[in-house]
């Protein structure tokens, strides 16, 4: 599987199998996340690999309502940073991004190997740290469900999961997001969406 292929297979399915968590497949995952660039190579994220049954069970009650179908996951991979382990020039904080394409390696990598490994924003971040005993100045970025994309559907899902199980759910057009030579405002007229907190 090419790089092309990856991307083109990735998907955010919610139906999951049971996969073996070995450590070499953690560290398999791990090592190729880490591949990726940084602002001065500072290397700011950070991964908790959850795989022993009973801290998987603890990580249930993390989840937000809708999410239940994480529950069947083999893994959960919490992503975590802070603003002082990456560059920040003037107000240019890189954390974040930098954090991003990691976790984007990590799926691609899961997605060659076979793996489902869907990101979520559906928890809360207080509680993750309580289960994982993550200190409070690390930012939760994500929680990274991995499994085997099972045929049968979930019974928990909503009628919405459930179509997008079936279908990839669509994309923006290009033109509403590729902006040729200078910023096209008509590309973009949507007010900015109110931010959620924990």
Same mark, same amino acid.
């Given at each position: 599987? *090419? ?12 139906? +999951?199998?049971?996969? !073996? ?34 801290? !998987? ?13 994480? @529950?069947? %996951? ?5 992503? @975590? ?22 976790? %984007?390696? +990590?799926? +691609? ?5 076979? +793996? ?19 200190? *409070? ?39 509403? @997001?590729?902006?040729?030579?200078? @910023? ?13 907190? *924990?």
């Amino acid at each position: 599987m *090419d790089v092309k292929e990856a991307i083109e297979t990735r998907r955010a399915y919610r139906s +999951l199998d049971p996969v !073996l968590i070995t450590e070499e497949l953690v560290n398999d995952l791990a090592t190729h996340a880490g591949l990726v660039m940084s602002c001065f190579n500072n290397q700011p994220w950070r991964f908790c690999f959850v795989y022993e049954q009973k801290k !998987l069970e603890e990580m249930h009650s993390v989840m937000s309502q809708g999410n239940e179908w994480t @529950f069947k %996951a083999s893994c959960i991979v919490a992503v @975590f940073t802070r603003n002082d382990k990456d560059c920040v020039i003037h107000d240019r904080e890189y954390y974040l991004f930098d954090t991003g394409m990691a976790v %984007a390696f +990590l799926v +691609l990598r899961a997605t060659e190997l076979g +793996l489902v490994a869907h990101p979520i924003a559906g928890y809360s971040p207080k509680k993750t740290r309580a289960v994982l005993g993550i200190p *409070d100045d690390y930012q939760i970025i994500t929680l990274i469900n991995i499994g085997k994309h099972s045929e049968i559907l979930n019974p928990v899902l909503s009628e919405k999961q459930i179509a997008d199980e079936g279908q990839r759910p669509p994309r923006i057009p290009l033109e509403k @997001f590729v902006h040729h030579n200078s @910023f096209n405002p008509s590309a973009d007229p949507d007010p900015p969406k109110p931010v959620q907190t *924990d």
